[in-house]
């Protein structure tokens, strides 16, 4: 069902898919006919800032321009959503803390076991991961967990870099951690994240389809990639899985979102299946050799 969103701007359906097209070009990312009112919607808030009155014109300038960089980074800002929470598919990361890093750690006693948050919007998954690998000490000494962090979005990577968060990112977060990893702000009733927490991360903006800066990433252990995929279609994911396969080293791991599946790219990972509990179970990928 499309929803017919009105705009300030007017625009044709030609707009639309150049736009459309610019983006996937781009990014990767493919917004559906259903999601156009809503798109273009956003997209004209753009168009607002600077000034113009017309989409085609705003398409040229993206085209035609030889240095589109940063108008691209602020298209990205507009589009992305950077909705997400703390602990969210707690069940996953139970998995990785429980089960795959303590192996990690006896298999690479003197080594980085290095994971990667990609595609993290405002920081919540990477500052998850970071408070559970220093709940059971796993940041630090031998075998010692680093998290490198990205999304796409500069606006969203500031504010994971600030770490300072409302109350609606805590909707599944038990008080306890709260109480031990963020300092309460009385003046707007957010919470900051402890120095602590963020000493294992970094953080960093990359476009997930930019191969030539990809190469500069280290090789991982593990690679949390939890509901991005849904908005790539088949030929971008496909790139999309096989930059991730390049980036993790051979029988690591790959972390998608409970509703994702790579079924179609068995060649590349094998469906990994860990017992959490009692008719609990947590399905990871597994890269092939």
Not at 196 to 205: A, G, H, I, N, S
Request: glycine fraction near 4%; hydrophobic fraction near 35%.
């Amino acid at each position: 069902m499309r929803f017919h969103i009105r705009t300030q701007v007017p625009y044709t359906q030609d707009d639309f898919k150049l736009l459309r097209d610019a983006i996937y070009a781009y990014a990767g990312i493919f917004i559906s006919d259903d999601c156009q009112g809503i798109f273009m919607r956003r997209l004209e808030r753009r168009l607002l800032d600077l000034g113009l009155d017309c989409f085609r014109d705003y398409y040229y300038q993206l085209k035609y321009t030889r240095d589109n960089h940063a108008e691209l980074q602020k298209l990205m800002d507009t589009i992305t959503i950077k909705e997400t929470y703390f602990f969210r598919e707690l069940d996953q990361m139970k998995t990785l803390v429980n089960e795959i890093i303590p192996a990690l750690r006896k298999e690479k006693a003197h080594e980085t076991i290095k994971i990667w948050s990609a595609g993290c919007a405002t920081g919540e998954e990477a500052y998850t991961l970071s408070m559970l690998c220093i709940e059971r000490g796993f940041h630090k000494g031998p075998g010692q967990v680093k998290i490198f962090a990205n999304d796409i979005s500069q606006q969203a990577i500031h504010k994971a870099k600030q770490g300072i968060y409302r109350q609606s990112s805590f909707r599944a977060t038990d008080t306890s951690y709260l109480t031990r990893f963020f300092h309460p702000q009385e003046e707007d009733g957010t919470y900051k994240i402890h120095d602590e927490v963020k000493e294992p991360l970094t953080f960093f903006c990359i476009n997930l389809m930019d191969k030539k800066r990809l190469a500069f990433l280290p090789v991982f252990d593990v690679i949390f990639c939890r509901n991005l995929l849904i908005y790539f279609d088949h030929d971008s994911k496909r790139q999309l899985i096989e930059n991730f396969h390049k980036k993790l080293q051979p029988k690591r791991y790959l972390f998608l979102g409970h509703s994702e599946s790579i079924i179609n790219f068995t060649h590349l990972f094998k469906l990994q299946l860990f017992k959490l509990q009692q008719f609990h179970h947590s399905l990871v990928y597994q890269r092939t050799s």
